[in-house]
C-alpha cells in the first residue's frame, strides 16, 4: 500500500522497438507533427475498488465534503491546483512507452453528493493545452455502511465501518510521434492499455491508503493493519479490464 508513484520511471518495451525513433526532448513539437498527421489512439480502463473508513457514513460524507482540507494533502507527491470551489489541476506524473513519454495533467470536478453518490469527472484546466493527449475521467463512489468486525481486537474502534465503493470508467486519446505508428497496431493498443491499468492501480493504492489514513487521524480513530491489507487485496482482486 506503501509503495511510491511510478514518477519518472516509464515502462519501456525492448530496446528494438525504440530503434524506431529520435529522441523527444520536445514533446509540444512532436505532439503538434502527430496531431496534424495521425488519427489518436484511445486506451481505456475500468477498475474497482474500496476502502474501508471505521465509522458511520454520515461521518464520511462529512469528510468526503470537505475535499478542500484533504484532497491536497493526500494527492501529494502529485501537484494539485485548486480551481473553483470543486475543481483542481491534478499533475500525475511521467510515464511512458516504446521511447515516448508524457507528464500528464487533468483537470478534475469533485462533484458535490446526488442521491448518495459522489461523482468525480474531467475538466478543463483554464490557460492549458494537453501536449498530444486527452483525458475523460468519470469515476463515481457510493457509501455502504456495515458493522465492523469485532475480531480485530481493538475495542476502541467505533461499531460503525463503512466501505467507500468506487469506480472509475477512464479514456485516455494519445496523438504519438509518427514512428510509434509503424509498429503494428495491437502492440501499441496493448501496451497502452497495460500501462494505464498499472498508473491507475498505482496511483490508486496510494491514494486509498492517504486517505484512509488520512481520514482515521483527523477523527482519531485507530486504523487497523488488517484494514489496510483487505483494501489492497481487495484491488487486485478486481483490478482492471482493458
Not at 476502541?156 to 469506480?167: C, D, F, G
Amino acid at each position: 500500500m506503501q509503495s511510491q508513484f511510478i514518477q519518472h520511471q516509464p515502462i519501456e518495451v525492448p530496446e528494438a522497438f525504440l530503434d524506431q525513433g529520435s529522441s523527444l526532448s520536445e514533446p509540444n513539437d512532436v505532439a503538434t507533427e502527430a496531431a496534424s498527421s495521425f488519427e489518436a489512439v484511445r486506451f481505456h480502463t475500468r477498475f474497482v475498488d474500496c476502502m474501508e473508513m471505521y465509522a458511520d457514513a454520515q461521518t464520511v460524507a462529512q469528510y468526503l465534503d470537505n475535499h478542500q482540507g484533504w484532497f491536497c494533502r493526500c494527492a501529494h507527491p502529485m501537484k494539485v491546483e485548486q480551481l473553483g470551489k470543486n475543481g483542481y489541476a491534478l499533475a500525475i506524473g511521467r510515464f511512458g512507452s516504446f521511447g515516448y513519454q508524457v507528464e500528464p495533467k487533468i483537470g478534475l470536478d469533485l462533484m458535490p453528493e446526488e442521491q448518495g453518490i459522489y461523482r468525480i469527472k474531467t475538466i478543463p484546466i483554464p490557460n492549458y493545452v494537453a501536449p498530444g493527449y486527452d483525458v475523460d475521467f468519470n469515476a463515481a463512489m457510493d457509501l455502504v455502511e456495515v458493522s465492523s468486525d469485532s475480531s480485530s481486537g481493538q475495542s476502541r474502534l467505533p461499531s460503525a465501518l463503512t466501505r467507500v465503493e468506487w469506480q472509475l470508467d477512464l479514456a485516455v486519446d494519445i496523438h504519438f510521434p509518427k514512428f510509434i505508428y509503424k509498429l503494428p497496431k495491437s502492440l501499441i493498443q496493448s501496451t497502452g492499455d497495460r500501462l494505464l491499468c498499472q498508473i491507475v492501480r498505482q496511483v490508486s493504492r496510494r491514494l486509498t491508503y492517504k486517505v484512509q489514513e488520512d481520514f482515521h487521524k483527523s477523527l482519531q480513530i485507530p486504523f487497523p493493519q488488517k484494514s489496510q491489507k483487505r483494501s489492497a487485496a481487495s484491488m487486485k482482486a478486481e483490478g482492471c479490464n482493458t
